[in-house]
């Protein structure tokens, strides 16, 4: 199976993403990827204005424009997007979409912590995902998500050989060292590959250095189930395709069988 990964840095304005967006999954799906995920946050970067006044629900316009693409492409795509919830607050949601198949995953762990509060704007999910893609189960995670393994771990037991975790994450000391040890720790913990796109930096290495603000570092991951970086991103917008065999996740847990 050939997945790609995007990365690139979501602005404030969900027609002008959906565009850039597009352009990025064409290259790769003209590079031979099926699965093709995408960061957290692509419809409307954080930081960029109120999230509610632009959310949409899966029948709107960007929703529905990544349908269209995934169903003229004959592709799968996951891509972060914020949904309707309250008056104040909205869904983040890693939609998924593609021939036959249109839904979301609303991500379970909110990113608070003593410099920043997601869920003050974020209502957070409660359920738990897994999709089929070329006959193989794939899971869904979120971002913040990735710091527990617990998650992981159940995805796992539901037969997710592949877990997609759209990402936009904060920078600061450390933080992108943090990233990468965290996505091979959860392949480790789960015995599946991670595939984690995470968004553009975009003010480069000193921003991703500089900013405690969920604006994406960068480096995009993608881990064998083995704990192996198989391919990984640098600070700017690019496409990763990466090609890997489900079948080495399940050879993984029989092999460790930790869960």
Request: proline residues 5%; hydrophobic residues 40%; glycine residues 10%.
């Amino acid at each position: 199976m050939r997945i790609g990964l995007v990365q690139f840095t979501a602005g404030p304005r969900v027609a002008d993403n959906l565009a850039a967006l597009s352009e990025h999954i064409r290259d790769a799906a003209n590079k031979g990827a099926t699965l093709i995920a995408c960061p957290e946050a692509s419809s409307q970067a954080f930081e960029s204005g109120p999230l509610a006044e632009q959310a949409e629900d899966l029948d709107g316009t960007f929703a529905t424009g990544l349908r269209e693409l995934a169903e003229e492409l004959g592709v799968t795509i996951v891509a972060g997007m914020f949904r309707p919830a309250s008056e104040r607050r909205v869904r983040n949601t890693a939609l998924i979409t593609g021939p036959g198949l249109h839904e979301g995953y609303d991500k379970i762990h909110a990113f608070d912590t003593a410099s920043y509060r997601e869920s003050d704007n974020i209502e957070p999910g409660t359920e738990l995902v897994t999709f089929g893609h070329e006959g193989v189960t794939v899971g869904a995670a979120i971002c913040f998500d990735i710091r527990f393994p617990d998650q992981f771990q159940e995805l796992a037991r539901r037969g997710a050989d592949i877990i997609v975790v759209p990402t936009s994450w904060a920078g600061g000391d450390n933080k992108t060292e943090e990233w990468i040890a965290l996505s091979r720790a959860r392949a480790l913990d789960a015995g599946a590959f991670i595939i984690a796109p995470d968004q553009a930096n975009p003010d480069g290495s000193t921003g991703a250095k500089n900013n405690s603000e969920p604006l994406g570092v960068g480096h995009s991951v993608a881990v064998a189930p083995g704990g192996t970086v198989l391919a990984q991103g640098g600070f700017d917008e690019e496409v990763i395709v990466v090609d890997i065999d489900p079948a080495d996740a399940r050879r993984r847990r029989a092999a460790v069988p930790i869960l």
